[in-house]
């Protein structure tokens, strides 16, 4: 990596010679009729190839302008505007025969007077702030021809793109991507920007979306997510386009692709397949994640009770997504299609996928536990675990939203998904576990293999309703979601334990089939109206109904007579069945002002609780009644269009899990037992949220600052009592009153055009997080309260140049420092530095020949917990060679981890657990692909 740094480096340094020359423009500006000289008339010089700005002055009192910056060589654009008045443009260029540009007397017109048949051209600035809103005029930012969005992005100061195509912007994830303002395959941000080609996008808006309802009102609601929304072309909105990509490599490596799109105006559809084995799912990187996920967490909304969990211990299964771990088998497909008409009145949205991955790996962990001692002080216990794993998941779903104006005042909007999905698992895990002395505590083999289906439906309708009095609506709410998940597991485990010399003591053999049976049906309903209070402030009030009815059957079984495989004896330790039912009230206000450049408002929601559960074992019957309140308040202050400030609050009562609260004992890791605590109450949690943005014209230059920090009040935190003895661990849940767990994260980022380098953007960036966290460790009646610490500090400077086909390069590098300790063992940490990097170049060569080169390098030190560090380069190298006028065939040599360093690794802390993590993951290989695209955009001739 530091090769690569430094010939970038020793590039860009050797071409620092540049011209002293002074190029200069000057001239006056006055009134044409009335000759008044026009003061404080703005002045601008622009390129006039992007129309990014080289030079800004104001008109002097006397009606003289001069700018004597070092323009340098060129096509410019003179752009003189004035109040009231048509902007003035006239493009000129400098060179060293014509130094200085004298325009004498630019006379400006009334646009009151402006002639019929006039024509004045405008140009747009590169960057605008709209209230929450950057919007990024896309003619200003030159990519390759052919680019995708994805290549426009990255161009986009305050926007990074990962390797894996993850949006970052201004320091936050962006999981949505929208066309013209709607959704393209739903929330897949990759199938819009590795699919559309960036010479169709007009404009690039990033924003933070909210709420349909807090978009109708206007009113924050609290709910933000960070978007894009790609506004294309007028005249791209019509023909078809596409993409065929097929590929074989080395060690039976193989990858294809298929994307055809075809847009009428206001009509877009689209398809598009995938075949792969190379870690390429087919999914974009957040839909990937969703790929498997399910409603099994189904969450009453507003602080109810989580009516499952959806634990990683459970028999539920693998989630789907493939993080690099082990070797995948992708196969992906989709439908999309979106309408509007009946001049807008009606539009339809719908969406279809389908897809399996199969991932086959090895793994190995070391983890240090952190345990409480027999007397106040310090122990841990040392484990190592070997495991193979097969993991599968198929699935299918359906999602669809119509939206109809039903006159000018109101409309409806009713959306619907269904999913259904097939999952198997196995894992097979050996380990065993030393104490701090050294001596053996056990050895564990652990066999769970599972399988299931799931199948959910969704469904929502949402009526709103403006009043002739301006701030007075009207919405209501109805939704449903239904449920059902079907699995079934077999699992085998042997737990050998030992004493201190070494002599067995202990002899666990665990054998069970298990069955899962989950059904559950919600239906919520709300009524939100807000009545103006005068011309800038306004209030709205809510009131909402949430009825959950669900029913949970858990059974495992044993043998009657071991080794005969029947099957048929109940174990009611870990067998259970519950009725559920939950009904919450919830009533809100929240008051809103907005005047001028300010934007305030507080208020709160209040719900009222009711949930039983019965015990269908034993007719126990379990309730409780509760409330939550969840206050909110926010500020926005807008100095200029490219500058604003706003700071959130949001408080939220956290009821527990019913995992958490219900005597349900679970033993898929046979080392580990779960048992609930229905005496648990809820906790209360503060967020606190800060963000300034700026872009600066005359510089260029865009800052992006944000800050947040978080706090609990009696919070849930898990206790853990370990059996010397065994090594086994039974975990509960308390709450700690008088501990108060914490979070902060704070992001810095400074983007820049530094001209005298060539116009190279430069960016500068500082990262901060950390959270403390408690949870209760109990050994032999003794219970302590351990205290975990962690932060994250890492600085980074990102560098990059584009420069019309000859080349670009992007890298973007700096340290990192983790610290992580735990009070039950201070005198062992786990902190460490790293250092990381991430860069890619490319180089276009005469002949249509494209060299390409993408890296990432990460190290992290050894630390006292894990004295063994790690560093990996992973390097990506491509030739490509393109045939005809629009380069729309290829023929593509890559290789994949060029100097075959890829090796999987992690490390995380949580709780008195510190993990590192082995696994196996794809190394090199080489593939040889085909590429064609096709376009037809326009109603022009087909480009070939």
């Known amino acids: 990596m530091k090769y690569t740094l430094t010939l970038l480096f020793a590039l860009l340094v050797g071409k620092l010679g540049f011209s002293q020359t002074t190029y200069s423009v000057k001239g006056s500006a006055a009134d044409t009729i009335a000759n008044v000289k026009l003061v404080n008339a703005t002045i601008s010089v622009l390129n006039a190839k992007d129309s990014t700005l080289r030079g800004f002055t104001r008109v002097a009192p006397d009606g003289s302008f001069s700018i004597t910056k070092k323009l340098g060589k060129g096509k410019f654009i003179l752009l003189a505007t004035y109040p009231k008045y048509a902007d003035y443009v006239e493009e000129f260029t ?97 199938l819009v920007t590795k699919n559309l080609r960036a010479d169709m996008v007009d404009k690039v808006q990033l924003y933070d979306k909210t709420s349909d309802q807090a978009a109708f009102t206007g009113i924050d609601d609290g709910q933000k997510t960070k978007t894009i929304n790609i506004k294309l072309k007028e005249d791209k909105k019509n023909g078809y386009f596409g993409k065929a990509d097929a590929g074989l490599g080395t060690k039976d490596f193989y990858s294809g692709q298929l994307a055809v799109n075809k847009f009428a105006g206001k009509e877009k559809m689209s398809a598009y397949g995938t075949l792969a084995n190379t870690g390429k799912t087919g999914l974009g990187w957040e839909d990937a994640n969703k790929f498997g996920t399910s409603n099994n967490n189904v969450e009453i909304s507003d602080g109810g009770i989580s009516i499952f969990s959806n634990n990683s211990d459970d028999i539920e299964g693998w989630g789907g997504q493939y993080n690099g771990e082990g070797f995948p088998t992708a196969r992906a497909g989709g439908l999309h299609y979106d309408n509007k008409w009946s001049g807008d009145k009606q539009t339809i949205n719908g969406n279809y996928k389908i897809g399996s991955l199969n991932v086959v790996g090895d793994r190995s962990n070391l983890t240090q536990n952190n345990i409480a001692g027999n007397t106040p002080g310090a122990d841990f216990i040392n484990s190592r675990s070997t495991s193979n794993f097969r993991n599968y998941i198929f699935r299918q779903k359906l999602d669809g939203a119509y939206n109809l104006k039903l006159d000018s005042l109101s409309n409806l909007k009713l959306t619907f998904d269904g999913t259904f999905k097939n999952t198997e698992t196995e894992n097979t895990t050996l380990s065993q576990s030393d104490r701090s002395s050294g001596s053996r505590l056990n050895n564990n083999i652990n066999r769970l293999n599972t399988k299931g289906d799931q199948k959910t439906f969704n469904f929502s309708a949402l009526y709103t309703k403006k009043f002739k009095k301006v701030g007075r609506t009207l919405s209501v709410s109805l939704s449903e979601s239904l449920d059902r998940v079907d699995n079934e597991g077999q699992q085998y485990a042997r ?91 919830q009533a809100g206000a929240v008051f809103n002002y907005k005047k001028d450049k300010t934007t305030f408002n507080f208020g709160t929601k209040v719900g009222l609780a009711n949930f039983k559960q019965e015990d269908m074992y034993t007719g126990n019957k379990f309730t409780r009644n509760f409330s939550n309140w969840n206050p909110q308040a926010s500020y926005q202050y807008r100095f200029s269009q490219q500058k604003s400030f706003r700071f959130n609050y949001n408080g939220n009562t956290r009821q527990p899990s019913l995992d958490q609260i219900q005597p349900i004992r679970n033993n898929n890791d046979n080392t580990t037992i779960i048992e609930g ?96 966290s408690f949870n209760k460790v109990t050994r032999n009646t003794i219970e302590q309260t351990n205290r975990s610490r962690s932060n994250t500090y890492q600085v980074g400077l990102n560098i990059s140049r584009y420069v019309e086909k000859k080349f670009d390069f992007y890298a973007n590098f700096g340290p990192t420092y983790n610290t992580s300790v735990s009070s039950l063992n201070p005198n062992t940490n786990n902190n460490g530095k790293g250092f990381n990097g991430f860069h890619y170049l490319n180089v276009y060569l005469p002949g249509k020949i494209q060299i390409g080169a993408e890296g990432e390098y990460q190290y992290r030190a050894a630390t006292e917990t894990f004295n063994e560090s790690f560093s990996r380069y992973l390097l990506t190298a491509s030739i490509t060679k393109s045939f005809f006028k629009e380069q729309n065939l290829k023929i593509k040599a890559n290789c994949n981890d060029v100097f075959n360093q890829n090796q999987g690794f992690s490390r995380n802390i949580s709780g008195n657990y510190i993990t590192q993590n082995n696994y196996t993951t794809i190394k090199r290989y080489f593939l040889f692909s085909i590429i064609y695209e096709f376009n037809k955009m326009g109603g022009g001739a087909p480009k070939q």
């Open 677 to 772: 605590n229905p005496n648990l109450t809820p906790s209360f949690n503060n967020r606190f949220q800060a963000t300034y943005n700026s872009y600066k014209v005359l510089s260029n230059r865009s800052i992006w600052l944000n800050g947040s920090y978080s706090f609990t009040s009696n919070p849930i935190v898990s206790n853990s009592d370990f059996d010397s003895s065994t090594g086994k661990t039974t975990r509960r849940y308390s709450n700690l009153a008088s501990e108060t767990p914490t979070a902060f994260s704070i992001n810095a980022q400074m983007d820049s055009k530094v001209k005298f380098l060539f116009g190279i953007n430069v960016g500068i960036n500082a990262y901060a997080s950390g959270n403390t």
């Open 94 to 190: 400098l060179d060293s025969a014509h130094t200085t540009r004298n325009f004498g007397r630019i006379s400006m017109i009334l646009k009151s007077k402006l002639l019929e048949g006039v024509i004045v051209k405008g140009t747009r600035a590169a960057i605008k702030i709209k209230g929450d809103t950057t919007e990024y005029n896309a003619s200003s930012f030159t990519v390759q021809p052919g680019a995708k969005v994805e290549d426009l992005l990255k161009q986009l100061p305050g926007i990074q793109v990962d390797k894996d195509g993850k949006i970052t912007a201004q320091g936050q994830a962006v999981p949505k991507v929208l066309v013209d303002g709607e959704e393209f395959f739903g929330d897949d941000p990759t």
């Open 495 to 585: 737990l050998e334990s030992f004493n201190e010399t070494g002599t067995p003591t202990g002899n666990e053999l665990t054998d069970l089939e298990k069955y899962t049976d989950v059904k559950s049906n919600m239906v919520t309903t709300s009524v939100t109206y807000t009545e103006p209070l005068s011309k800038s402030s306004s209030i709205l009030a809510s009131y909402g109904l949430n009825v959950s009815n669900s029913d949970a059957d858990r059974r495992a079984f044993g043998q009657s007579t071991p080794g005969s495989g029947n099957y048929d004896v109940l174990d009611t330790r870990f067998s259970n069945h519950y009725q559920l039912d939950q009904l919450i009230n």
